[in-house]
Each structure stands twice: as structure tokens, then as C-alpha cells.
């Protein structure tokens, strides 16, 4: 299906924005991927979450402050400073004060007979990563409210199913799924074709006329393939703005004066 970089770069990203709530329409090779990155997500929140508490220790009394992050901020810029050299290296406090559990649901009719879809299955449990997926097997048509109630909004969608018709359908009805906080919408083999070509301009219209408010976009294309080659990557920001850390910055960058 194309994917065979995808899959890796779809991995990358699950890790590098650490979603807690992820959904693929169209399954197949990349769903191991996308279950994959939860699942070492989740390794490294556990990890991470002990040493950070350990290191907060060594900096300050937990039980003085209300939460990790206030612990931190409450202390000297030395002992600061030594934290973000202390595993896992520049963390976030506040990044550890939830519990983070990453969950994939992964939806697909079966229709095509050409996919690995039906084998997913079996590969996940084999791979020990059934835990982070629930598979749903149906059309994507007409479920989005029925997921938005069960699991709220998502913040990583991933989407690889039909064409022109299909792309534009589920642009109808999934947009409200996804979290205007920073969600990821990612949708497959955007260029060198008129159809779903036609869906990205679409997009990139709605963003122009002020439709679409609050969306970043950024296309890219394997220019060493002629099918299955790109993707367009929307980033929903309509109530979000990233957090200012300058007072870090500063701190780590009095040790190189
Ligand atoms: C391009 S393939 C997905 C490839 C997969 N992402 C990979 O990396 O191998 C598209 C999949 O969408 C499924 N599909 C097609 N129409 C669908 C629909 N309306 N609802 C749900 N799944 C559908 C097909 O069964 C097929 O498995």
C-alpha cells in the first residue's frame, strides 16, 4: 500500500507528540506502527515518570508542594538546572502529573482485498500490542459521533481509505473529532493526483477564506515514487497557543557562559 515509509514516519510522530488518543481509518502495515509508538510511549511515561519523581526529591520536599511542576519551579536554579541533566534529560514536570495511556482505535470495513488489514489482528496480539487497540470493523461513515461520545476528541487521526468521494466525506464528518487543542490530522497520498489533490486544495481554500481558522498544513512527497507518494499534515490549533518556557531556557544556558 506504499506505506513502507510512512509507517516509520507515522511511528516518529506518534512518539515525538505523544498522543493519548489516536484513530487510523484504513488499516494495514502502518497500524503496527501506530500501536508500536503507543506502546513505547507508554514504556518511557512509566521510566520517565520515576525518575523524575526521584529527581524532584533530591531537589525539594514533594510533600511542601501541590504538584510536581509547582516542586520544580520552587526551587533554586542550580538544583533546576541539575534536574534537566538528570534522566529523562529537559523533561517536563508537568508532562508526568497525569497518567498517560495512548489508545488506537483502528477502523476498517475489510472491503479491499488487497490489504493486510484482516492479518492486523493477529499481528498485534503476537506482537503484544492488542492492548493498545480497539478494532472496529465497519465503514467509517456515520461513526464519528458514536467515537467522539465513547472517547472524545482524538488528537492524532490518521487517514488511508478510497479516494476523491471517501476524502471528502470523511473531511464532512470527522473535523469535529478532532481536537482543535493541538490535534494531528494526517491524511495519505494528497499529491500527483487530481482526487485526493483536489481534497487538499479544498482545505488549503477553507484556511484562505477564513473557513477554517486556526489550522497549520504542510504537504511532502516521495519524489522517487508515482503512486502512494505524499501526505498533507494539518495541525487544528483554534484554542491552543504552546506553553512559553523562556525562564528554562535561561537557566540551561547560564552553564554555557
Ligand atoms: C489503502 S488501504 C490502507 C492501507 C494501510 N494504511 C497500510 O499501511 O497498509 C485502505 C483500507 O481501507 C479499507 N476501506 C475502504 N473503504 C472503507 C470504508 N468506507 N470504511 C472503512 N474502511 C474502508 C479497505 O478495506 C482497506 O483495508
Sequence with gaps: MGTEVMAPLLYNLVRFT????????????????????????????????????????????????????????????????????????????????????????????LSSENTSASEIKAALAELSLSDHVNLVNGTFQGKAKGLKEKFGPFDFVWFDCGGMKEYDEFFSEYWDLLDPDGGILILHYTLTNTSMGYIRQKIELAKANGELPGIEILSLREPHKMMQNSFT?????????????????????????
Design 18 to 109: 505523544r498522543p493519548k488518543l489516536c484513530l487510523e481509518i484504513g488499516m494495514g502495515y502502518t497500524s503496527l506502527f501506530l500501536a508500536k509508538a503507543l506502546s513505547d510511549n507508554r514504556h518511557d511515561f512509566i521510566s520517565g515518570r520515576e525518575n523524575v519523581n526521584k529527581s524532584l526529591q533530591k531537589i525539594s520536599s514533594l510533600s511542601k508542594f501541590n504538584s510536581v511542576s509547582e516542586s520544580f519551579s520552587k526551587a533554586d536554579k542550580s538544583s533546576r538546572l541539575r534536574f534537566l541533566e538528570s534522566p529523562p534529560y529537559l523533561a517536563d514536570p508537568s508532562y508526568y502529573e497525569t497518567d498517560h495511556i495512548g489508545k488506537l482505535v483502528a477502523i476498517d470495513d
Design 233 to 257: 499534515m494539518l495541525r487544528r490549533i483554534d484554542n491552543f497557543s504552546d506553553q512559553i518556557y523562556n525562564e528554562v531556557r535561561d537557566i540551561s544556558l547560564e552553564r554555557d557562559v
